[in-house]
């Protein structure tokens, strides 16, 4: 399958490990479903799909809310959360394929579904598809598992997970503890190698907030931080002397119909980048083809926020499929909510699975 690639959004809590809790949010400002936050010592969303947690503390607060409410009900808050999440060691967190843990929790949920009418092999470790089911009466079935994501995104996290401390970038003496969103394509090498300088040279003049929206504003210290990648930065604190850096985010609205989930699938399916998802199948002889669909930072937001209401509607209408394929599953960008699984004969529906099976309980 594609590997997968996690978004990240500055100031979101996301995957939260058992045991620990997010800040407090003030109801009166806007809450946004964001991406998980690496730099928080979470696990990344493929390797804990079902334990998700979702938060968008700021979300680009409206011009109405003040600096002190601000401060009062999200950053001190977060503050503290984020010193701890800062100082815990990000080893053993990222040990994980999370490719490979997409295709377990896939696996799970096929194995959930089929219950004793079969049994369901595990063949991704080789160069076919990603999963065999052999029915009790005798019929078989092949499946592929994908994740739509994005390139640059994907570059970004292969970067950031070059070095020991992910989304955590160490800062001189007396600089300050410091918050730092990107923008797709920022070089994630030129950020660990420059900021430093930059936040540095901030500090000594006093800035402790930089916003960047197009070309406004212009000149420095705006177009340095637009070289970067960065558009945005907060100084949250005195205390750790440390950057931490968010990528890029997605927002918008949720459709009310549910058939955009359709329009999707049809969309990834003809998508020159993922034909070898489909191909893989009907080079196969099966009785049944399957494709499971996991959304990903390629995913538009307001599809991603369908697949997560799935169990309130399904889609209507059937995905455009090529010939042979009998069989669709699509799950949401964190596994929250069922899966939906829409076949030839019956149309959509959803399958749930258990807490106890999801993806971070499968075996390496």
């Not at 029915?135 to 640059?152: F, P």
């Not at 994630?188 to 197009?214: C, D, N, Q």
């Not at 599809?303 to 399904?314: G, H, K, P, T």
């Not at 964190?334 to 075996?363: I, N, R, Y």
């Amino acid at each position: 399958m594609p590997h997968p690639t996690p978004g990240v959004k500055g100031l979101r809590c996301a995957a939260v490990p058992p045991g620990r809790t997010t800040p407090a949010l003030d109801p009166g400002l806007r809450v946004r479903r964001g991406a998980t936050n690496e730099a928080m010592g979470a696990p990344s969303p493929q390797s804990n799909l079902r334990r998700t947690i979702q938060l968008d503390n700021r979300s680009r607060l409206s011009h109405h809310d003040t600096q002190d409410r601000v401060r009062d009900s999200v950053i001190e808050p977060l503050r503290n959360w984020l010193i701890v999440s800062t100082t815990m060691s990000a080893e053993g967190l990222y040990r994980r394929n999370p490719a490979r843990d997409a295709e377990a929790f896939a696996v799970a949920l096929v194995r959930s579904w089929v219950g004793d009418r079969a049994t369901v092999e595990d063949t991704s470790p080789g160069h076919g598809p990603d999963f065999h089911i052999l029915y009790r009466d005798g019929r078989s079935a092949w499946g592929e598992v994908a994740w739509y994501e994005d390139h640059q995104m994907r570059e970004m996290w292969s970067n950031a997970f070059r070095h020991d401390k992910h989304q955590q970038i160490d800062l001189p003496i007396g600089v300050g503890h410091w918050i730092v969103e990107l923008v797709k394509g920022a070089s994630i090498k030129r950020l660990y190698e420059e900021l430093p300088v930059f936040l540095s040279s901030l500090a000594a003049r006093g800035v402790g907030r930089l916003s960047i929206t197009g070309p406004w504003p212009r000149g420095e210290p705006a177009d340095t931080a637009r070289s970067l990648g960065v558009d945005y930065v907060d100084l949250i604190d005195k205390t750790p002397d440390v950057a931490v850096f968010f990528m890029p985010p997605g927002g918008g609205t949720v459709p009310t119909d549910p058939d955009v989930v359709a329009t999707w699938v049809s969309g990834v399916l003809a998508d020159p980048d993922y034909q070898d998802t489909t191909n893989k199948l009907l080079a196969l002889d099966a009785d049944e083809r399957h494709v499971f669909l996991v959304a990903g930072s390629r995913t538009d937001f307001g599809v991603d926020e369908r697949l997560r209401r799935l169990a309130l509607a399904v889609p209507r209408r059937a995905p455009v499929v090529p010939a042979g394929i009998t069989h669709v599953w699509v799950v949401s960008q964190f596994g929250d909510g069922p899966a939906g699984l829409w076949t030839a004969e019956t149309g959509w529906s959803t399958v749930d699975l258990a807490e106890e099976s999801g993806p971070g309980d499968q075996p390496d």
